[in-house]
Nanobody, 124 residues
Framework: QVQLVESGGGLVQAGGSLRLSCAASGRTFAMYSMAWFRQAPGQEREFVAASSWSGGGTYYADSVKGRFTISRDNAKNTVYLQMNSLKVEDTAVYYC?????????????????WGQGTRVTVSS
């Protein structure tokens, strides 16, 4: 497993932008496919975006496609989530997750490493 620490959350107005970061410890980060999930109050955790080992392959939930971008810098052991055109319904705690396999997946149970989450609040 790798240890993951998210940052970058906060309060933003609808239509604004935020960039989340997830810093990973361990020398095997480059061998992990990474993803972002989110959990709104009273809701189940849901998939947001995923990236392959190299970052060349990505996958997004329909609700964020065209607005969010996942990227990674393996030299810095960091994965990012750029969130643009934020909506009130994007309000949630955002979690970074990793798995030591190349295949991209959106299934929560496939991930063995999780961060503690960073809160994003979008106001109207």
């Amino acid at each position: 497993q790798v240890q993951l620490v998210e940052s970058g959350g906060g309060l933003v107005q609808a239509g604004g932008s935020l960039r989340l970061s997830c810093a990973a410890s361990g020398r095997t980060f480059a061998m992990y496919s990474m993803a972002w999930f989110r959990q709104a109050p009273g809701q189940e955790r849901e998939f947001v975006a995923a990236s392959s080992w190299s970052g060349g392959g990505t996958y997004y939930a329909d609700s964020v496609k065209g607005r969010f971008t996942i990227s990674r810098d393996n030299a810095k052991n960091t994965v990012y989530l750029q969130m643009n055109s934020l909506k009130v319904e994007d309000t949630a705690v955002y979690y970074c997750a990793g798995r030591p396999y190349s295949r991209i997946t959106s299934t929560i149970a496939d991930f063995d490493s999780w961060g503690q989450g960073t809160r994003v609040t979008v106001s109207s």
